[in-house]
């Protein structure tokens, strides 16, 4: 099975303008989650997106938008960049079984740099 | 509420120098705890699944372990291709699906 991608790879962008990241999960994958990641922060949670709807958010401002389509692919939406937004973006994907613990398949990530 | 502690937050080792990392968890019911390997600039890499307390999982040189309170990654005999972030995550019953993830341990392996 194919992994988890993420496009574009790197971007750079200014303050003030908008960026979209696509992730494509593992294939029958129905969830998943995106994490924002910085050296003196560490893995912070964003979203997490399950049959279209978001499940879970965390404490990010609301420029930090996220959605995902019926195939399972998503999109997040940062706008107003700021220059602390700056990071490597995480998706992950997991099948989301009802009972147990999934595992969370991470892409490579993106790497944004806000100048 | 849920939090994961992973210490130490680094370690130097020479080749082939055995030891332990650490993941303290606070969770209400486990779900599952869960071990990745981060390379720089990289997205984690899935090492291992553990469920219930007693369970070990081996794969080459790394050995998980868990308690009702923790989790060890035992390394054997490293190499300096095993130097990353380990990470430790866990999911917890509440209600949410949410994965608490630690700051991670930063592993040097020393030739």
């Known amino acids: 099975k194919a992994g988890v991608t993420q496009t574009p790879r790197y971007l750079i962008k200014t303050r003030g303008q908008q960026v979209t990241l696509s992730c494509s999960p593992i294939?029958?994958?129905?969830?998943v989650s995106w994490y924002q990641q910085t050296p003196g922060q560490g893995l912070q949670f964003l979203f997490e997106y399950f049959s279209e709807t978001q499940r879970n958010k965390g404490n990010f401002p609301g420029r930090f938008s996220g959605r995902q389509f019926s195939n399972s692919r998503s999109e997040m939406n940062v706008s107003t960049l700021e220059l602390g937004d700056s990071a490597l973006y995480l998706c992950a994907s997991s099948p989301s079984g009802p009972n147990r613990g999934d595992t969370q398949y991470f892409g490579p990530g993106t790497r944004l740099t806000v100048l | 509420e849920d939090q994961v502690t992973q210490s130490p937050e680094a370690l130097r080792l020479q080749e082939g120098e055995s030891s332990s990392l650490n993941c303290s968890y606070t969770?209400?019911?486990?779900?599952?705890l869960f071990w990745y390997r981060q390379d720089p600039g990289k997205g984690p890499e899935f090492l291992f699944t553990?469920?219930?307390a007693g369970e070990e999982k081996e794969k080459e040189r790394l050995k998980a372990t868990l308690t009702k309170k923790e989790s060890f990654l035992h390394i054997t005999a490293p190499k300096p291709e095993d130097s990353a972030t380990y990470l430790c995550?866990?999911?917890?019953?509440?209600?949410?699906?949410?994965?608490?993830f630690g700051t991670g341990t930063r592993l040097k392996v020393l030739a």
């Open positions: 553990l469920y219930s």
């Open positions: 969770v209400s019911g486990l779900r599952g």
């Open positions: 995550a866990v999911q917890g019953t509440s209600g949410t699906y949410k994965y608490i």
């Open positions: 294939s029958g994958h129905r969830s």
